[in-house]
């Protein structure tokens, strides 16, 4: 058997770090977090709602992501997901809602209802959900599949730790 040397070990031991250990940053860590449990707030407001339910299914099954738990309390939730067309009636109601969610908390328009007032150009309805709040990410779509809004869920997770990259919560 070949003789092992102090310094041998050592080199072992140094590559057996470089392969085990990692080096990150708080925020970083607290982005990958973050990002990997985004709770929505139940909020579906028309038919882009059924897709969102779809979404929470096993067949596409949004546990994958960590953001199955849909809360009935703002005060739980990061997510609005704003499914569906906002009429005027509803909203200072969403605004409400949005104002109760902790920060950091963001929002995603599902569909184009919801984006830009879709089919629906008219006064009974809001022509855009950001001229009330501020929104993320947006998924076109009339109404966008389960696979669309999973496609936008992962964007707003890239969002997040894009930003902690570059030295930002939100
Ligand atoms: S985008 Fe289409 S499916 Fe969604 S709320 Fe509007 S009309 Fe309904």
Same mark, same amino acid.
Request: glycine content about 8%; hydrophobic content about 40%.
């Given at each position: 058997m070949a003789a092992v040397t102090r310094e041998d070990r050592a080199e072992g031991h140094l590559a057996g770090l470089e392969r085990n250990v990692l080096t990150t940053t708080v925020e970083r860590m607290l982005a990958w977090a973050r990002s990997s449990s985004v709770w929505p707030v139940q909020f579906g407001l028309a038919c882009c709602a059924i897709e969102m339910i779809a979404t929470t299914t096993s067949k596409f099954d949004i546990a994958r992501f960590g953001m199955e738990a849909f809360r009935a309390s703002p005060r739980q939730s990061d997510l609005m997901i704003v499914a569906g067309r906002v009429s005027q009636k509803m909203a200072p109601v969403l605004r409400h809602i949005y104002d109760q969610m902790l920060e950091p908390k963001w929002v995603l328009s599902m569909g184009d209802c919801a984006s830009c007032g879709g089919v629906y150009n008219n006064y009974a309805l809001v022509q855009g959900v950001d001229k009330i709040v501020p929104v993320d =990410? #947006? =998924? @076109?779509?009339?109404?966008?599949?389960?696979? @669309? *809004?999973? #496609?936008? *869920?992962? !964007? *707003?997770?890239? !969002?997040?730790?894009e930003r902690a990259r570059q030295g930002g919560s939100r």
């Open positions: =990410v #947006y =998924v @076109a779509g009339c109404p966008p599949r389960p696979e @669309a *809004l999973l #496609y936008g *869920l992962m !964007k *707003l997770q890239e !969002k997040i730790r």
